[in-house]
C-alpha cells in the first residue's frame, strides 16, 4: 500500500511539474544570470550596475554558448565596460564554447586599447583557444602590429605554435607580413 501512495504521489508532482514546470532554458530566461547577459548585450548599463551591486555573478555564462559578461563586452569593443567588469571581479582568462579567451578575441580584434586592459587585469598571455591560436598569433593574423608588439613587450611567448605547428613568425612569414617579421625578430623570434 505505502508502495502505491508513492507512486501516486510522484505521478502527481510529475504531472504538476510538465504542466506548470519550465524548462531549464525557459528557467535561465528568468534568472538575475540571465537578466545580466541581457543587459551587456544591450549595452544597458544602468541595468549592469544594479545587478552587480545585487551580487550577480559576474562571470556567468551564457547558456546556449558560453559566452561570458567580459567575452561580450570584448567583441563588442566596449573599452569602458571591459573595464567595469575586470573591476567587478571578471575572470580575464574565461572562455566560451570555442575556447577563446577575451584577450585571443582582443588580440583577433586588433583591439590594442582591450588588449592593455586584459593585461594589466593579469590575463593569460600564452592561454590559446582550441586550435592553439595564442593571442600572439591571433594578432599576427590580424596583421596588428602596435597588439603584437605591446604582447611581446609585455612578455608573450613568441616561440609557441599553433596546431598546424606554425610560430608567430611562422604565420608572419606565410602571410608575408615584413613589418611584423621585422617586429618578431627585433624581439629574438
Known amino acids: 500500500m505505502r508502495l502505491g501512495k508513492f507512486f501516486g504521489l510522484l505521478l502527481i508532482i510529475s ?6 514546470g519550465i524548462s531549464a532554458v525557459q528557467a535561465q530566461n528568468y534568472s538575475a544570470s540571465y537578466k545580466f547577459l541581457k543587459a551587456i548585450k544591450k549595452l544597458n548599463y544602468r541595468d549592469i550596475k544594479i545587478a552587480i551591486e545585487k551580487g550577480v555573478n559576474v562571470n556567468t555564462r551564457d547558456y546556449d554558448d558560453q559566452t561570458t559578461p567580459l567575452i561580450l563586452a570584448v567583441k563588442m569593443k566596449e573599452a569602458s565596460l571591459v573595464k567595469y567588469l575586470l573591476a567587478s571581479g571578471a575572470k580575464p582568462d574565461l572562455y566560451g564554447k570555442d575556447g577563446k579567451t577575451p584577450l585571443v578575441i582582443a588580440a583577433g580584434l586588433g583591439d590594442k586599447t582591450l588588449a592593455a586592459l586584459l593585461i594589466s587585469a593579469k590575463a593569460d598571455l600564452d592561454l590559446a583557444d582550441k586550435n592553439g591560436t595564442t593571442p ?3 594578432a599576427v593574423l590580424a596583421r ?6 605591446l604582447l611581446l613587450d609585455s612578455g608573450a611567448d613568441y616561440t609557441l605554435e599553433d596546431y598546424s605547428g606554425r610560430s608567430p ?4 612569414k606565410d602571410n608575408r607580413r615584413r613589418r611584423l617579421v621585422k617586429i618578431l625578430e627585433d624581439a629574438g623570434a
Do not use: D, F, P, T
Open 15 to 20: 504531472s504538476l511539474a510538465v504542466i506548470g
Open 144 to 149: 596588428k602590429g602596435q597588439v603584437v608588439k
Open 136 to 138: 600572439l598569433i591571433a
Open 169 to 172: 613568425l611562422q604565420h608572419a
